[in-house]
Nanobody, 122 residues
Framework: QVQLVESGGGLVQAGGSLRLSCAAS????????MAWFRQAPGKEREFVAA????????YYADSMKGRFTISRDNAKNTVYLQMNSLKPEDTAVYYC???????????????WGQGTQVTVSS
């Protein structure tokens, strides 16, 4: 069992930056690939980025490439999402997820956090 707790969300102006963190419980953090998803009001949850177990591979949704960076620190059981050049359309609840394989759909992930709100004002 893995418990995930996100933090770092908030209100930021367009063009600004935020860094989200997701802290995982347990001693098996490095056994899981990690990902970030987001869900805007009235929309389905969508893939943002994923990172492999030891961080050697990363994958991004096209609209986030060049602006968002996913990273992890296995010694701290934490995964991060650095978000730069934020746009109003990035406003959403951001969720972290843990799973055995990296997939872009929500169905492939085993554990989810409660989410953190990111609001980007224009």
């Amino acid at each position: 069992q893995v418990q995930l707790v996100e933090s770092g969300g908030g209100l930021v102006q367009a063009g600004g930056s935020l860094r989200l963190s997701c802290a995982a419980s347990g001693r098996t953090f490095s056994s899981y690939a990690m990902a970030w998803f987001r869900q805007a009001p009235g929309k389905e949850r969508e893939f943002v980025a994923a990172i492999s177990r030891i961080g050697g591979s990363t994958y991004y949704a096209d609209s986030m490439k060049g602006r968002f960076t996913i990273s992890r620190d296995n010694a701290k059981n934490t995964v991060y999402l650095q978000m730069n050049s934020l746009k109003p359309e990035d406003t959403a609840v951001y969720y972290c997820a843990a799973g055995s394989i990296m997939v872009v759909t929500t169905l492939g992930w085993d554990y989810w956090g409660q989410g953190t709100q990111v609001t980007v004002s224009s």
